[in-house]
């Protein structure tokens, strides 16, 4: 089945306490990216990657990072979470950067 | 800046009957339109998507509209469904980045 994994659905930090979120894709998709969601603010793109090796910033990048080491992996680590950062996370992939992008089910990330 | 932005934060209607979600956009060198539903717990889901050449296109149950006179587009849902209520989201993609700029959506909830 053709799909977006991302572990873990849900997770409660503290401050400062570094963590990853994995995002993998089987469809062997060149375009992966990274969105958060907020109440009233939508999704926002954080970071994006066209192939890999090729990362950019997003919209709202700071405070996170990400790799692309494998084309079908896209993780995203916060190195020093802070509660700002509490959001729902959403991973994305497309054959390319026009092409439909398939979505993830989400990681709800709280940060106290 | 650029925004993506939809008229009505909620729309209820009757099952059965047919559901018109509008949708403004600030960027007249947006290329690419997509709608996404997005059901309670669950990561956005493609419905349908349109090119800035067309100005109508047909899916199952659903059309787009897309005016680019008055930089407008519509996503109507014909004999609307339990299964359809979910919030739907209108977005701006094809940009250089590749990224999709969401607006903020609509709920739409039908009722037996």
């Known amino acids: 089945e053709a799909q977006v994994t991302q572990n873990p659905r849900y997770l409660i930090t503290v401050t400062g306490k570094k963590l990853t979120v994995t995002c993998s894709q089987n469809?062997?998709?060149?375009?992966m990216s990274w969105y958060r969601q907020d109440p009233g603010l939508g999704l926002r793109q954080i970071y994006y990657?066209?192939?890999?090796?090729?990362?950019d910033k997003g919209d709202v990048p700071e405070g996170y990072k990400v790799s692309r080491k494998e084309k079908r992996n896209f993780p995203l680590i916060l190195e020093s979470p802070s509660p700002n950062q509490t959001s729902l996370y959403f991973c994305?992939?497309?054959?390319?950067?026009?092409?439909?992008?398939?979505f993830g089910p989400g990681t709800r990330l709280t940060v106290l | 800046g650029e925004s993506v932005g939809l008229h009505l934060p909620t729309l209820s209607v009757q099952e059965g009957d047919n559901s018109i979600i509008n949708c403004a956009y600030s960027?007249?060198?947006?290329?690419?339109f997509i709608w996404y539903k997005q059901e309670s717990g669950k990561g956005p889901q493609f419905i349908i998507d349109?090119?800035?050449?067309?100005d109508k296109r047909q899916g199952q149950r659903v059309t787009v509209l897309l005016n680019k006179t008055v930089k407008h587009l519509s996503l109507q849902i014909a004999a609307t469904q339990p299964g359809d209520s979910a919030v739907y989201f209108c977005?701006?993609?094809?940009?250089?980045?590749?990224?999709?700029?969401f607006g903020k959506g609509t709920k739409l909830s039908v009722k037996p």
């Open positions: 977005a701006r993609g094809g940009g250089s980045q590749g990224n999709l700029i």
């Open positions: 990657s066209m192939n890999v090796e090729v990362t």
């Open positions: 960027n007249s060198a947006s290329d690419y």
């Open positions: 994305a992939s497309s054959a390319d950067r026009v092409a439909e992008q398939f």
């Open positions: 469809m062997n998709h060149e375009y």
């Open positions: 349109i090119r800035s050449n067309m």
